[in-house]
C-alpha cells in the first residue's frame, strides 16, 4: 500500500509540474527537492533507528506521509499550488521516506534468518516496483487527468491504510532499539560520523557505494527532465508518459527476478561488472531516436540493470554490517548513494536548458561508460567473494577497524 501511494503521488508531483511550467529547471527542481533529503535528513535518521523500536516507527511514518499528503490535497482544493508547494511537499515526503525505507532493510534479516537474503530482498522489492512502477504511475496520471486533486487524495488513503497493516505486524522478539544511552543532538551527530567512517574504512563496500552513486548520478540527470523529453521529443500525452514507465519498469521486475538467478551463476563480482556493461548503450538510443516504444524498450535494460544492483548491494550491506549499527552506516551509504542524486537532476536540469532534451541521455551514457570501466577492476569476484560467507558486520581486512562503540 505504501509502494502504490509513493507510485501515484511521485508521478503526479512529476506531471503537475510540468502543467504550472514549461522551464526544464525549474520542472527539475522538484525531483531536486524530492532527492536532497537523502543528503540532509538520511544520515541522521539512520542513526535514529538504531535507538527506536523499529517496527513502531514504521507505522508512524507511513501516518505521517498521509499527513503531509493531506496538507498538499488541502493547497490543491484551494488552488494554492506552484513549483515552491511541489518542492516543498517533495521534500517533506521523502524525508520521511529515509528513515521507512531504512526501517523496511533494517528488519528484512529478522524475518529471513537463515534463508537466502538475496531471494528475500529480490521479493520484497518486486512487491515494491508492482506498486509504485507498474499500479502507480498509470493509475496516478489516470487520475491527474480526471481531477489535479485525485491522485493526491488516493495516496493519501494508501498510507493510512499501510500504517493500519504494518501497526498489526510485529515478529516474536523483534528487538526495541538500543536504549542503552539517551540519544541527544551530539550522540546523533557522533553516531552518524561513526557510520561515515566505517563506511568509508571497509573497501568492498566504499568501492560499491561509490558506483552506484555514479549510477544513481546518472538516471537522475535524465529522470528529472523525462517528462518533458516524452512530451516535447517524443510527442505523448501525460497518459502515455506514465504508460511508458510502465514498460520501462517491466525491466526492473525482470531484473529482480533473475537477481538471485545471476548471483548464483556469474557471482556478485561479475554481475555487478554486468550492470555497469549493459548501462550506457541504452541511454544512447534514448537520446537519438524520437519514437517512444524504441525509447522505452531500449530503457528497460536500465531497468533491469538498477534492480540487479539493488538486491545485490542491499544484501551485501544486510550482510556485513553489524545489526546495531546497521541504521547508522546503511544512513552513510545512502547518504554517498542518493547524495548525489540532486545534483544528478540539477545538472540534467541545467544540461537539457542549454543543449536540449537528449543531452541529458548522453551525459549519463558517458558517465556510465566510466563507471563501466572502473567496476572491471574493482568489483572482480576476486575482489567480492572474500567477503561473501562472512558473518554480519566483519570488516574489511585492510580496514583499520571493524566497529566503534558507540561513545566513540
Not at 528484512?108 to 537463515?114: A, F, L, R
Not at 561473501?388 to 561513545?407: C, H, I, K, L, V
Request: charged content about 10%.
Amino acid at each position: 500500500m505504501s509502494g502504490l501511494g509513493d507510485g501515484i503521488r511521485i508521478i503526479a508531483l512529476s506531471v503537475y509540474a510540468a502543467t504550472v511550467t514549461d522551464d526544464p529547471v525549474q520542472v527539475s527542481l522538484v525531483t531536486v527537492a524530492g532527492e536532497l533529503p537523502w543528503l540532509l535528513v538520511g544520515p541522521f535518521a539512520g542513526t535514529l533507528i538504531d535507538h527506536v523500536d523499529r517496527w513502531r516507527a514504521l507505522w508512524v511514518c507511513d501516518a505521517a506521509r498521509s499527513l503531509v499528503l493531506a496538507c498538499f490535497t488541502a493547497l490543491v482544493l484551494a488552488d494554492r499550488v506552484g513549483i515552491a508547494a511541489l518542492a516543498v511537499t517533495a521534500f517533506l515526503l521523502t524525508s520521511v521516506e529515509t528513515m521507512a525505507d531504512n526501517l523496511a532493510q533494517a528488519v528484512i534479516p529478522q524475518m529471513v534468518g537463515t534463508r537466502s537474503l538475496d531471494t528475500a530482498n529480490s521479493r520484497v522489492l518486486s512487491g515494491r516496483l508492482i506498486t509504485m512502477e507498474f499500479l502507480g504511475p498509470p493509475v496516478g496520471t489516470a487520475l491527474f487527468a480526471l481531477a489535479h486533486l485525485l491522485p493526491f487524495g488516493v495516496a493519501t488513503v494508501c498510507f493510512a491504510v499501510s500504517t493500519v497493516l504494518v501497526f498489526g505486524v510485529r515478529p516474536a522478539g523483534a528487538a526495541s532499539g538500543d536504549k542503552s544511552a539517551r540519544l541527544s543532538p551530539r550522540l546523533l551527530g557522533a553516531q552518524t560520523a561513526q557510520g561515515i567512517r566505517w563506511l568509508w574504512r571497509h573497501r568492498l563496500l566504499r568501492t560499491v557505494c561509490l558506483l552506484m552513486a555514479l549510477l544513481n548520478f546518472a538516471v537522475l540527470a535524465v529522470l528529472g527532465i523525462a517528462v518533458l523529453y516524452a512530451m516535447h521529443t517524443l510527442g505523448v500525452s501525460e497518459t502515455v508518459y506514465g504508460l511508458l514507465l510502465l514498460v520501462i519498469a517491466a525491466g526492473g521486475l525482470l531484473g529482480l527476478a533473475v537477481a538471485p538467478k545471476v548471483v548464483a551463476v556469474a557471482g556478485r563480482g561479475r554481475s555487478l561488472q554486468l550492470v555497469f556493461a549493459m548501462s550506457p548503450l541504452p541511454f544512447v538510443v534514448a537520446a537519438v531516436t524520437s519514437n517512444a516504444l524504441v525509447a522505452a524498450c531500449a530503457l528497460v535494460f536500465v531497468g533491469i540493470a538498477v534492480s540487479i544492483s539493488n538486491v545485490i548491494t542491499t544484501t551485501l550491506r544486510q550482510e556485513l554490517v553489524p545489526e546495531e549499527s546497521f541504521g547508522r552506516v546503511n544512513g552513510a551509504y545512502r547518504l554517498v548513494l542518493n547524495g548525489l542524486a540532486p545534483l544528478g537532476g540539477l545538472t540534467g536540469g541545467f544540461v537539457a536548458d542549454q543543449a536540449g532534451l537528449r543531452a541529458p541521455f548522453l551525459l549519463a551514457a558517458a558517465l556510465l561508460a566510466v563507471g563501466a570501466l572502473a567496476s572491471f577492476r574493482l568489483l572482480s569476484d576476486r575482489a567480492v567473494e572474500p567477503f561473501a560467507d562472512r558473518p554480519a558486520g566483519t570488516s574489511d581486512p585492510a580496514s583499520p577497524t571493524s566497529t566503534e562503540t558507540a561513545d566513540q
